[in-house]
């Protein structure tokens, strides 16, 4: 079975800049979930979703993230304008539906804002 | 904020068993108890999780105290492969169907040394 893929590994990209991250759940898996680590912090949830639909944005730290997943199949992060303040590890991860399914977690996109 | 507290590093000698404490006083009754861990450079890696009742899997044993307020992760014969950061993590259903958003602290970094 395939793990959680995401792509880009890394991303550089310059401030103002756009930038779309990519994330692969493990196939049949409804639940899908962003996290991302900023320097020195802690790893923080961002936002749920179960098949297409958002179920918990609480994590989202403003609206220049924009998350999608058409289809319910893979998802988009999508960052528009970068700020500085954004660079970090973006991890996403997903689950069975179900009761206290565990989450199986990406390896992340690196990402550097300039 | 997370809701458990583990030492902040722990070593351990290859073979031996290594055993992590968590505390987290403030469960719930209706709260699982997640180890996950996190090697360099990769994504967190679910380990085991349980409720009240001790739990053991390929990877480890969980064992929960009675009054659930604590749990230790035991790796019965720790490799040096094991060296990571080791998350405890309180985390409840947030509704039917299996939403469970992971509230990560510091974790414990668990060095293996030969």
């Known amino acids: 079975e395939a793990g959680v893929t995401q792509f880009p590994s890394h991303s550089v990209i310059e401030k103002g800049q756009t930038v779309t991250l990519r994330c692969d759940p493990i196939?049949?898996?409804?639940?899908l979930y962003w996290y991302r680590r900023v320097m020195g912090k802690e790893i923080k949830f961002l936002l749920h979703f179960v098949k297409e639909s958002k179920q918990d944005e609480s994590g989202m730290p403003n609206n220049r993230f924009l998350a999608e997943r058409t289809g319910g199949t893979y998802s988009t992060l999508k960052v528009q304008p970068a700020e500085l303040e954004d660079s970090g590890v973006y991890f996403c991860?997903?689950?069975?539906?179900?009761?206290?399914?565990?989450?199986?977690f990406g390896d992340g996109t690196r990402l550097s804002i300039l | 904020d997370a809701k458990t507290t583990q030492p902040t590093s722990m070593d351990c000698a290859e073979g031996r068993a290594a055993n992590l404490p968590c505390n987290h006083s403030t469960i719930s009754g209706n709260e699982y108890v997640y180890w996950y861990r996190q090697i360099h450079s990769q994504g967190p890696q679910y380990i085991i999780h349980g409720l009240k009742n001790n739990e053991t899997n390929e990877m480890a044993s969980l064992i929960i105290t009675e009054d659930r307020k604590s749990s230790t992760l035991i790796l019965p014969h720790a490799t040096l492969r094991d060296t990571a950061v080791y998350y405890c993590i309180v985390s409840v259903n947030m509704f039917s169907g299996g939403y469970n958003k992971l509230i990560f602290g510091a974790g414990t970094r668990l060095a293996v040394h030969p």
């Open positions: 991860a997903s689950s069975h539906g179900g009761d206290y399914q565990p989450q199986h």
């Open positions: 196939s049949g898996h409804d639940n």
